[in-house]
Protein backbone atom coordinates (compact mmCIF):
# COMPACT_ATOMS: atom_id res chain seq x y z
CA UNK A 1 0.00 0.00 0.00
CA UNK A 2 1.14 3.57 -0.86
CA UNK A 3 0.92 6.79 1.13
CA UNK A 4 2.08 9.92 0.68
CA UNK A 5 4.56 13.14 1.96
CA UNK A 6 4.03 16.54 0.97
CA UNK A 7 7.69 17.85 0.35
CA UNK A 8 9.06 21.17 -0.10
CA UNK A 9 12.20 19.80 -2.68
CA UNK A 10 15.74 22.06 -2.71
CA UNK A 11 14.58 24.08 -5.31
CA UNK A 12 11.84 25.41 -3.15
CA UNK A 13 8.71 24.02 -4.52
CA UNK A 14 6.56 21.53 -2.86
CA UNK A 15 5.28 18.09 -4.35
CA UNK A 16 3.50 15.78 -2.73
CA UNK A 17 5.54 12.28 -2.94
CA UNK A 18 3.87 8.61 -3.21
CA UNK A 19 5.35 6.83 -0.69
CA UNK A 20 5.03 2.74 -0.11
CA UNK A 21 4.32 1.75 3.30
CA UNK A 22 6.97 -0.69 5.16
CA UNK A 23 10.27 1.14 3.05
CA UNK A 24 12.81 3.65 4.50
CA UNK A 25 11.52 7.50 3.20
CA UNK A 26 15.53 7.81 2.00
CA UNK A 27 15.20 5.79 -1.67
CA UNK A 28 11.36 7.10 -1.91
CA UNK A 29 12.26 10.49 -1.90
CA UNK A 30 15.61 10.00 -4.19
CA UNK A 31 13.24 8.36 -6.55
CA UNK A 32 11.23 11.50 -6.61
CA UNK A 33 13.89 13.98 -7.52
CA UNK A 34 13.16 16.47 -4.82
CA UNK A 35 16.98 17.08 -3.67
CA UNK A 36 17.74 13.81 -1.51
CA UNK A 37 21.00 11.79 -2.49
CA UNK A 38 21.19 9.62 -0.05
CA UNK A 39 25.28 8.69 -0.72
CA UNK A 40 25.87 6.65 2.08
CA UNK A 41 22.67 4.09 0.94
CA UNK A 42 20.63 4.63 4.19
CA UNK A 43 23.55 4.09 6.78
CA UNK A 44 23.11 7.43 8.84
CA UNK A 45 26.63 7.95 8.00
CA UNK A 46 26.91 10.82 5.33
CA UNK A 47 23.94 13.34 6.06
CA UNK A 48 22.95 13.75 2.30
CA UNK A 49 19.28 12.72 3.09
CA UNK A 50 18.68 15.61 5.72
CA UNK A 51 15.00 16.50 6.02
CA UNK A 52 13.29 18.88 8.45
CA UNK A 53 10.25 17.60 9.60
CA UNK A 54 7.07 19.68 9.91
CA UNK A 55 6.65 20.22 14.11
CA UNK A 56 3.30 18.45 13.92
CA UNK A 57 4.50 15.12 12.67
CA UNK A 58 7.49 14.93 14.46
CA UNK A 59 5.66 13.17 17.75
CA UNK A 60 4.66 10.33 15.11
CA UNK A 61 8.05 9.51 14.49
CA UNK A 62 10.19 7.00 17.01
CA UNK A 63 13.30 8.81 18.53
CA UNK A 64 16.65 8.93 16.60
CA UNK A 65 18.50 6.13 17.27
CA UNK A 66 22.52 6.58 18.48
CA UNK A 67 23.86 6.38 14.67
CA UNK A 68 20.88 8.92 13.58
CA UNK A 69 21.67 11.26 16.39
CA UNK A 70 25.92 11.30 16.13
CA UNK A 71 25.10 12.10 11.89
CA UNK A 72 22.85 15.13 13.02
CA UNK A 73 25.29 16.37 15.44
CA UNK A 74 27.78 16.84 12.87
CA UNK A 75 25.24 18.32 10.43
CA UNK A 76 25.77 22.82 10.50
CA UNK A 77 22.04 22.81 9.36
CA UNK A 78 20.93 20.97 12.18
CA UNK A 79 17.38 22.15 13.81
CA UNK A 80 15.56 20.73 16.16
CA UNK A 81 12.39 19.28 13.42
CA UNK A 82 15.93 17.38 11.68
CA UNK A 83 16.17 13.63 10.64
CA UNK A 84 17.53 11.74 8.54
CA UNK A 85 14.97 10.10 5.80
CA UNK A 86 16.95 7.14 5.76
CA UNK A 87 16.05 6.05 9.18
CA UNK A 88 12.17 6.69 9.38
CA UNK A 89 10.37 3.83 8.16
CA UNK A 90 7.12 5.50 5.95
CA UNK A 91 3.63 3.61 7.62
CA UNK A 92 -0.20 4.64 7.57
CA UNK A 93 0.62 6.70 10.76
CA UNK A 94 2.55 8.61 8.73
CA UNK A 95 0.63 9.20 5.65
CA UNK A 96 0.49 12.96 4.54
CA UNK A 97 3.34 14.17 7.09
CA UNK A 98 4.98 17.05 5.91
CA UNK A 99 8.95 17.65 5.82
CA UNK A 100 11.56 19.99 3.32
CA UNK A 101 14.55 18.54 2.38
CA UNK A 102 17.66 20.27 4.28
CA UNK A 103 20.21 22.28 2.63
CA UNK A 104 23.25 20.05 2.13
CA UNK A 105 26.27 20.80 4.43
Known amino acids: MTGQAHVTAADGNTRTVPVRYGVKLMPELRSARVGVVGMCGGNAACGTCHVYVSPSWLGALKAPGTDEADML????????????????????????????VAPHD
Open 73 to 100: DELESRSPQSRLACQITFSPELDGMELA
